[in-house]
């Protein structure tokens, strides 16, 4: 992960200032026990926010000293934070709770957001007797939202994998640290507002870890898995219809929004074999962004989406794989489609980023293997299979969805 932290020089013994990086994030953070810092705080967040107090959404967390026995320290630290502004209260060494921060937790029209916040909040009340008068957990929230039942027990370090594609590091060290010092050392603030994540590499090995889980939605018009590739997750829609490709696209574009620009897509086709000179239609088209991928079932379709056709076509969008320019092209023949963002052949890139002519006419597996450490099958039968059939069996959502989130790894690890 990309992360430093910047220590400011200030004037006065009220508080102190950081800049944390956390790649493309930049977050200003003041770290006070003086509850006239946190009444300017307040003040500047609700300026800023003037448009939007009516909704305002602010991240809360507490930390205090561990305890060993069966009496629990006090809340040592509230963290909150709006935007890219952050504030850590000391509150354990306050010489006073301001009032603005007391109106500003129970103010109605404000959300404040976290995991685990129940507990908090209750801590916070039994401690310093402030009130916090709307909370949300992100655990449920992301359940329901992702429609992953194992989210509602999941920690801030999960949830930030599967909802943002976001790797964050907890280190038991500080986790466990002496939250109750007066002056907390760089670590801890950088601790708290962490929140792009690189790819989990993993190690080279001869086995590859590889599982599927079907949802079994019960609809006609898609289905849902989670497709395990090492250590890597992948959530994978398939479907004839309309609407879940709106979803999805939607969905990657949400997500995404910050880095649209430069967005990667990894991209793939299949089809029926045919063993004869005339060419079977393009049967399927797989898009992957980060761990989410798009099984669009094109020969069952009864219209293709506008919402696909306008994705393709988004010229700042990089859209890689191997063999990916006869594909399209195949896909332009049958279907119409063209694809006019930046579409980038993967073994022409590897060859030119390692010096390797061996790598131009590589195929998935060997890239993947020389690239990213990453040794794994394409089973013949699977390679062979009835792509055109109206049901994927999960041996070819399996191999579909790995072959299109192979090319997006390769292409973001290239590019990079």
Same mark, same amino acid.
């Given at each position: 992960?990309?992360?430093?932290?910047?220590?400011h020089?200030?004037?006065?013994?009220?508080?102190?200032e950081?800049?944390?990086?956390?790649?493309?994030?930049?977050?200003?953070?003041?770290?006070?026990?003086?509850?006239?810092v946190?009444?300017?705080?307040?003040?500047?967040?609700?300026?800023?926010?003037?448009?939007r107090?009516?909704?305002?959404?602010?991240?809360?967390?507490?930390?205090?000293?561990?305890?060993?026995?069966?009496?629990?320290?006090?809340?040592?630290?509230?963290?909150?934070?709006?935007?890219?502004?952050?504030?850590?209260?000391?509150?354990?060494?306050?010489?006073?709770?301001?009032?603005?921060?007391?109106?500003?937790?129970?103010?109605?029209?404000?959300?404040?957001?976290?995991?685990?916040?129940?507990?908090?909040?209750?801590?916070?009340?039994?401690?310093?007797?402030?009130?916090?008068?709307?909370?949300?957990?992100?655990?449920?929230?992301?359940?329901?939202?992702?429609?992953?039942?194992?989210?509602?027990?999941?920690?801030?370090?999960?949830?930030?994998?599967?909802?943002?594609?976001?790797?964050?590091?907890?280190?038991?060290?500080?986790?466990?640290?002496?939250?109750?010092?007066?002056?907390?050392?760089?670590?801890?603030?950088?601790?708290r507002?962490?929140?792009?994540?690189?790819?989990?590499?993993?190690?080279?090995?001869?086995?590859?870890?590889?599982?599927?889980?079907?949802?079994?939605?019960?609809?006609?018009?898609?289905?849902?898995?989670?497709?395990?590739?090492?250590d890597?997750?992948?959530?994978?829609?398939?479907?004839?219809?309309?609407?879940?490709?709106?979803?999805?696209?939607?969905?990657?574009?949400?997500? %995404?929004?910050?880095?649209? +620009? #430069?967005?990667? &897509? $990894?991209?793939?086709?299949?089809?029926?074999? =045919? !063993?004869?000179? *005339?060419?079977?239609?393009?049967?399927?088209?797989?898009?992957?962004?980060?761990?989410?991928?798009?099984?669009?079932?094109?020969? %069952?379709?009864?219209?293709? +989406? #506008?919402?696909? &056709? $306008?994705?393709?076509?988004?010229?700042?969008? =990089? !859209?890689?794989? *191997?063999g990916?320019?006869?594909?399209?092209?195949?896909?332009?023949?049958?279907?119409?489609?063209?694809?006019?963002?930046?579409?980038?052949?993967?073994?022409?890139?590897?060859?030119?980023?390692?010096?390797?002519?061996?790598?131009?006419?590589?195929?998935?597996?060997?890239?993947?293997?020389?690239?990213?450490?990453?040794?794994?099958?394409?089973?013949?039968?699977?390679?062979?299979?009835?792509?055109?059939?109206r049901?994927l069996?999960?041996?070819?959502?399996?191999?579909?969805?790995?072959?299109?989130?192979?090319?997006?790894?390769?292409?973001?690890?290239?590019?990079?």
């Amino acid at each position: 992960m990309a992360i430093s932290i910047s220590k400011h020089e200030v004037q006065y013994n009220t508080h102190d200032e950081y800049t944390v990086h956390f790649y493309d994030d930049v977050v200003f953070t003041q770290v006070t026990r003086s509850p006239s810092v946190v009444d300017d705080w307040i003040s500047e967040i609700e300026r800023i926010h003037r448009r939007r107090l009516h909704c305002l959404i602010v991240g809360l967390d507490v930390e205090w000293r561990p305890s060993f026995s069966r009496q629990q320290n006090p809340v040592a630290t509230l963290q909150l934070c709006v935007g890219r502004r952050c504030l850590i209260f000391q509150i354990i060494h306050a010489r006073r709770i301001p009032q603005s921060l007391a109106n500003f937790l129970s103010d109605e029209d404000y959300t404040f957001v976290g995991v685990g916040i129940d507990g908090d909040v209750k801590k916070l009340e039994n401690n310093y007797g402030l009130q916090v008068f709307r909370t949300v957990d992100l655990r449920p929230l992301a359940a329901e939202d992702l429609e992953i039942e194992g989210l509602r027990f999941a920690g801030l370090k999960a949830l930030s994998w599967e909802v943002l594609e976001k790797e964050v590091n907890k280190p038991r060290n500080i986790t466990l640290s002496a939250w109750d010092t007066r002056v907390l050392t760089p670590a801890q603030p950088l601790q708290r507002k962490k929140k792009n994540f690189p790819l989990k590499q993993a190690k080279h090995t001869n086995k590859m870890t590889i599982s599927i889980y079907d949802h079994q939605l019960p609809y006609d018009s898609h289905n849902r898995y989670d497709v395990t590739f090492f250590d890597n997750q992948i959530r994978t829609v398939v479907t004839t219809e309309e609407d879940p490709v709106d979803e999805w696209v939607s969905d990657i574009e949400r997500v %995404h929004r910050n880095k649209l +620009p #430069r967005l990667i &897509v $990894g991209l793939d086709l299949e089809w029926r074999p =045919s !063993f004869s000179r *005339v060419q079977n239609p393009v049967a399927i088209i797989q898009l992957c962004v980060g761990r989410r991928c798009l099984i669009f079932q094109l020969i %069952h379709a009864q219209t293709i +989406p #506008r919402s696909l &056709v $306008g994705f393709l076509s988004t010229e700042c969008y =990089s !859209f890689v794989g *191997v063999g990916i320019k006869k594909d399209l092209e195949k896909l332009e023949d049958f279907y119409g489609i063209t694809v006019q963002g930046n579409v980038v052949e993967l073994g022409r890139l590897a060859g030119d980023r390692k010096g390797r002519t061996d790598l131009v006419n590589a195929g998935l597996k060997n890239l993947a293997r020389e690239v990213l450490g990453l040794d794994f099958e394409k089973p013949r039968r699977v390679t062979m299979s009835r792509w055109d059939k109206r049901w994927l069996d999960p041996a070819q959502v399996q191999y579909a969805c790995i072959d299109s989130f192979v090319s997006f790894e390769l292409g973001r690890v290239l590019r990079d």
